[in-house]
């Protein structure tokens, strides 16, 4: 479940640990550090620790799809209740680069350290993109049956997608940017590649 941007089936304490583990791994890798670390930055003791996360594993696969959970349940939600091609594609837009803004290191994480996971794991958090990339898929489907935009081939898609997916590299969070800002110079991008100019 989900209320506002944050799903309600991880505790707060729960997700401190997953901010500040994923800022440590973002910031060092996965690899180097230790899950005392982990407790150390979280002000936690290894039992209090271990009491909401079962292994260091299982955090770096927490903080790996929770984002995009978040990212699917709210493109969902842009799907039922936005019905034109120019305002999902703008809803879309301001979704990501809020949760962009918001879960930064989870996002450097995820495209750094997804080797890191075990195959099971691994093959959850591509398919979960792979769920997210449908609903932009279904988006440009629907629109080039309203007559909105052109056909969008997968690979348009997923190009498109990658412009937003990787902006973690460079957007600076907290800089003159706002996210609603890049946002919308994102939508411009998408409208104009895909969109289908109508007669008068």
């Given at each position: 479940?989900?209320?506002?941007?944050?799903?309600?089936?991880?505790s707060?304490?729960?997700r401190?640990?997953?901010?500040?583990?994923?800022?440590?791994?973002?910031?060092?890798?996965?690899?180097?550090?230790?899950?005392s670390?982990?407790g150390?930055?979280?002000?936690?003791?290894k039992?209090?620790l271990?009491?909401?996360?079962?292994?260091k594993?299982?955090?770096?696969?927490?903080i790996?799809?929770?984002?995009?959970?978040?990212?699917?349940?709210?493109?969902?939600?842009?799907?039922?209740?936005?019905?034109?091609?120019?305002?999902?594609i703008?809803?879309?837009s301001?979704s990501?680069?809020?949760?962009?803004?918001?879960?930064?290191a989870?996002?450097?994480?995820?495209f750094?350290?997804?080797h890191?996971?075990?195959?099971?794991?691994?093959?959850?958090?591509?398919?979960?993109?792979g769920?997210?990339?449908?609903?932009?898929?279904?988006v440009?489907?629907?629109?080039?049956q309203?007559?909105d935009c052109?056909?969008?081939?997968?690979?348009e898609t997923?190009?498109?997608?990658?412009?937003?997916?990787?902006s973690f590299?460079?957007?600076?969070?907290?800089?003159?940017?706002?996210?609603?800002?890049?946002?919308?110079?994102?939508s411009?991008?998408v409208?104009?590649?895909?969109?289908v100019?109508?007669p008068?």
């Amino acid at each position: 479940m989900q209320t506002g941007n944050q799903r309600t089936d991880i505790s707060k304490a729960k997700r401190d640990i997953m901010q500040k583990a994923a800022d440590l791994f973002a910031e060092r890798g996965f690899g180097s550090v230790g899950i005392s670390e982990v407790g150390e930055v979280a002000g936690l003791g290894k039992g209090a620790l271990y009491y909401h996360i079962n292994s260091k594993e299982e955090l770096l696969y927490s903080i790996m799809t929770d984002y995009i959970i978040q990212l699917i349940a709210a493109g969902h939600g842009i799907l039922e209740t936005k019905k034109d091609t120019r305002s999902r594609i703008n809803a879309l837009s301001e979704s990501f680069m809020a949760t962009m803004f918001q879960s930064r290191a989870a996002m450097t994480v995820c495209f750094r350290e997804v080797h890191s996971l075990g195959a099971e794991k691994r093959e959850t958090v591509l398919s979960l993109h792979g769920d997210y990339q449908t609903i932009w898929e279904q988006v440009f489907e629907e629109g080039a049956q309203s007559g909105d935009c052109r056909d969008v081939s997968r690979l348009e898609t997923k190009a498109l997608l990658g412009m937003y997916f990787y902006s973690f590299l460079w957007v600076r969070v907290g800089g003159r940017l706002s996210s609603k800002k890049i946002a919308r110079d994102f939508s411009n991008i998408v409208l104009a590649a895909v969109m289908v100019d109508r007669p008068a």
